[in-house]
């Protein structure tokens, strides 16, 4: 019947109209999902992040940021330590990517250039000369008062990268720690038992080790208190005024 | 309608044209009242929509809704990532220590956990907050601030106090929530199933820490800087209308490593450890240090301990 037939052809159509209106209900969410805005924070400004974020050390430095937490594994592998080039005068060729970066919590291109070089120099009993400017106040500010200004009182008057503790003994450069322990017995003991200084790596050592860092890791010995940082930005709040001058 | 004309077997056109208008304005009407759903809903296929909640899934059901959280991300966000299901050590408690004498306030612990927890870069999301407050003895949290931007910190007259999930023992945000999306696990963590979750927000009203934070639009994080490697309770990209919070890491506490905000700390100032191993950090520092919990009046019992130098 032609009557019969318009009914099924009403209802194929209803059908499949309804069927069109669930496959939208079902995909139409998935699409809203990828859809592009401008970041609020600038990708660039997270590159202070040592650690977990994956940064090249060209970003680091286009973002100007405060590398003063950096540890040299945050972006190099540890199974692949950076290939260290010398020069012809057996002179450490930085890179000029790393000129930023700041060692043991000091800047040496505050005053050093990399091409220019560093001779240590000896006097006729082959004491280390130390150069007037490294006697500046400014460099050496390790105890309350200046106190502790004289540079053998920790290095070996001989040899400069070795140290000697208040026991007498003398240990590599490595083991400054053990020097250190020597006036700074409670946070020695602090830092023995992890309460003091970072620990890197695994809290379950069974599973992985557990790197702790030495003192010179974080303090500059010459000058150990902890230089200001450069805070990371601040949350963003959409009713600070500040941010939405709207 | 004459005698003398034979009623139609099936249809005239009078009751077609009124049938189909009903049948019209019906499925309109269904349609319209339907359109809210779309907007609100963020499931992309019929699986996700019937997914049982997290502790209910058998260990095979589980991973096939891991492979499908694979393909969404990638799909969503063109990275393949590692989606797995980490599940509690026996024999650890998390703690949490945070040395107060030595935090700078830096917020490096801030971006650390955005980068590594794949947290909505905008609208921003942060699970830490660092409270600047004022040194001058009175510890009044009305009085601090979380949008200080100086040139350099610490500020002089002032300290900071850094504010994350406190994983409670007693935590109000789970005995608040009506759906049981929320709940402590057995190593202390407390998780949040991002697919049970219907967004009520009653959580983070009961929290007297801010410590949840809610999405209120679709997440997005920009394709390079997602971390790959997910959780399922963890830091797997979040849906618009979930809640989310800190879980400690989940996927490197649970394979021994510490938190992205311990890693990074350039002072030292967090700990974290296993409180059961008389051995950790933490468990020397609780013996040995001066430590306070925040809120302690409201019974809380949080496994976040703040400490001092002295």
Known sequence: METERKTQVVLAVLTMGFAALAINFVRVPARAGVEKRAPLILPGSLAIVPGTIRVSAAQLVASGGDASGLQCYACHDAKKPPEIRYDANHRVVLPKEHLDLIYGMRNCSECHTPDEGVKIEYNADGVVIIPDAHRNLAHMAHGRYLRNEDCFNCHVSTQLDHLHTPEGLVVGLDQATQLCAGCHGTQYRDWESGAHGRRNGYWKSSAGPTVRQECTSCHDPHAPAFTPLIP???????????RNPS | MTPDETPP??????????????????????AAGLAPLRKIGHYSSVEEFLQKQYKELSP????????????EVERQYGIR???????????VQFVYALNLSRCVGCRKCVHACVAENNQSRNPEIQYIRVVKLPNDGSFDLESGDVNYTPKSVPEAGFFYMPIQCHQCHNPPCVTVCPVKATWQEAD????????????????????????????????SIPKEQINPKMSYLGNRPRYKGVMEKCHFCIQRTREGRY????????????????ILDPDSEVSYILKNKRVFVLKEELGTHPRFFYYFDI
């Open chain 2, 81 to 91: 990532p590692h989606v797995r299901d980490y599940k509690p050590m026996s024999g």
């Open chain 2, 60 to 71: 095979a059901e589980m991973k096939v809704v891991l492979a499908r959280i694979e393909g």
């Open chain 2, 259 to 274: 938190p992205a905000c311990v890693e990074v700390c350039p002072t030292g100032s967090r700990k974290f450890g296993n």
């Open chain 2, 188 to 219: 202390g963590i407390t998780v949040i199933d991002y697919n049970w979750c219907i967004g009520c927000r009653y959580c983070e009203a009961a929290c007297p820490y801010f410590a949840r934070r809610f999405n209120f639009a679709t997440p």
């Open chain 2, 9 to 30: 077997e099936g249809m005239t056109r009078r009751s077609f044209l009124r049938t189909s208008t009903v049948l019209a304005t019906g499925a309109a009407a269904i």
């Open chain 1, 232 to 242: 990371m930005p601040a949350p963003h709040s959409l009713h600070d005024p500040r």
